[in-house]
């Protein structure tokens, strides 16, 4: 089942936001006096289990990014299967801060650019640019032994990529870049210990149910040799294929 692992977007409001950090900036124009829009600084949201969602408000645009399936969660080895769901979690987020939420799109505007060549779409709800999509796969206990198998074949025209501690395979061009979609496979196991497990033991303790929970699914992951396949969805890759526009794309083409 393939479910949502990350989530980027924003939305321009037609009013003023609220100002919610201490520190702002703001551009003067020494010439004209003009002063510009006011940029709040980017700064991580706190949840519950070390999760953060990170904000961005510059003028009026709200830009949001991270794992709306790992907010207020002690893992992710499960997801929101639906953007709306994500988006949900986001709401909740800028509803307690006081600022405005996402709403969906209804409508794409088009303008032109001042070269007469260029043209720009926009719309009047949130936009994304980036999304990833990742599924899990139980290969009987036999993790590192997938791994090194798949980082023989290709995918999608792409060359793949075995990492030197055998945890992860990714696909790159022959230029090493990923332009339009960055896959991999990586172990489930190694990623919860590396990242997950030091956070939850230096915030709850050894002996806190957060911590042996998450050893719970850790070595559930490791008896089933759990990998995960992970395609990060880039914006130019969004934008060709009209995936931007919350509302108003098909979620489907998520789920090849």
């Not at 600084?41 to 830009?63: A, D, E, K, L, Y």
């Not at 909740?92 to 794409?108: D, E, H």
């Not at 559930?220 to 526009?245: I, S």
Request: contains cysteine; aromatic residues 12%; charged residues 20%.
């Amino acid at each position: 089942m393939d479910f949502y692992d990350w989530l980027e977007c924003y939305q321009d409001f037609d009013f003023k936001l609220l100002l919610i950090v201490e520190n702002v900036m703001q551009h003067l124009n020494i010439e004209t006096g003009e002063h510009g829009v006011i940029i709040q600084p980017r700064f991580q949201h706190q949840g519950s289990f070390c999760s953060t969602i990170s904000i961005r408000i510059s003028g009026q645009r709200i830009v949001m990014s991270g794992n709306p399936s790992k907010f207020n969660r002690i893992d992710n080895l499960f997801g929101f299967t639906k953007l709306d769901d994500c988006f949900s979690v986001f709401n909740q987020i800028l509803l307690s801060l006081g600022l405005p939420p996402f709403t969906k799109c209804t409508k794409v505007s088009h303008h032109q650019g001042k070269d007469g060549s260029r043209v720009s779409h926009f719309s009047d709800g949130a936009t994304i640019t980036r999304v990833d999509v990742t599924t899990n796969q139980s290969t009987g206990g036999e993790a590192f032994d997938y791994l090194k198998g798949v980082s023989t074949i290709r995918y999608r025209n792409s060359v793949p990529r075995l990492h030197t501690n055998g945890c992860s395979v990714d696909w790159l061009s022959k230029g090493g870049k990923a332009s339009l979609i960055y896959p991999t496979i990586y172990n489930k196991t190694n990623e919860l210990k590396t990242f997950s497990l030091p956070k939850i033991k230096n915030k709850f303790g050894l002996d806190s149910d957060e911590y042996k929970a998450l050893m719970q699914v850790i070595n559930y992951c490791e008896h089933h040799g759990v990998v995960r396949f992970e395609q990060k969805f880039k914006h130019a890759y969004l934008r060709r294929n009209n995936l931007r526009f919350w509302g108003l794309l098909d979620e489907s083409h998520f789920s090849a």
